[in-house]
């Protein structure tokens, strides 16, 4: 005979859906749900790990989420770049001590992804990382001194540009980047 639930439990009014979630948003609630740390998609889990990516969120709460899902990829973004600081070393090593898992929730959250699209806002939250100390490019300035090379041009210029990690308006003038 199966086990009987016999207490109660007090879920929040808010309701989550996937579709509101960034990717980044949607790796932190697998880190935090109860996925099992060995766990191993298999065709059909689809519903399991939408469950457990909304379980995540339910349990963090949306402003918890999207925080930590911004330092998550600013935090990314510095290590790909090369330019993460001991500070964003140490928060991020604090924030999620489990590398295997945060890759393995990033690595599912990727699969759902695939199958479920993303609201423009969840998009847009997206591509504003958040940094622990700063920008480490520009350190909170927003622009960064370059050298690039116009289109159609056969000279170099100079000068401030925006800083390609921090979040802000896209430069619309095309340039190629020569030295920084």
């Known amino acids: 005979m199966p086990a009987t639930l016999v207490t109660l439990h007090c879920v929040p009014s808010v309701s989550i859906a996937l579709e509101d979630l960034s990717n980044a948003e949607r790796s932190v609630a697998l880190y935090v749900s109860d996925m099992p740390d060995r766990y191993r998609y298999r065709r059909g889990d689809d519903a399991l790990l939408e469950s457990w990516i909304i379980q995540g969120a339910t349990l963090l709460g949306l402003e918890r989420l999207y925080r930590l899902a911004a330092l998550l990829s600013g935090y990314q973004l510095a290590w790909m770049e090369k330019c993460a600081s001991t500070v964003q070393e140490q928060a991020h090593a604090q924030r999620f001590p489990k590398t295997a898992r945060l890759d393995r929730a990033g690595r599912m959250a990727s699969l759902v992804s695939l199958n479920t699209p993303m609201s423009e806002a969840a998009r847009a939250r997206g591509l504003r990382p958040q940094f622990d100390g700063g920008c480490p490019t520009c350190e909170g300035s927003g622009q ?26 896209v430069n619309p003038v095309r340039c190629v980047a020569v030295a920084a």
């Open 144 to 169: 960064v001194w370059e050298r690039w090379i116009a289109p159609g041009c056969d000279w170099e210029e100079e000068g401030y540009q925006p800083c390609p990690m921090c979040p802000g308006p």
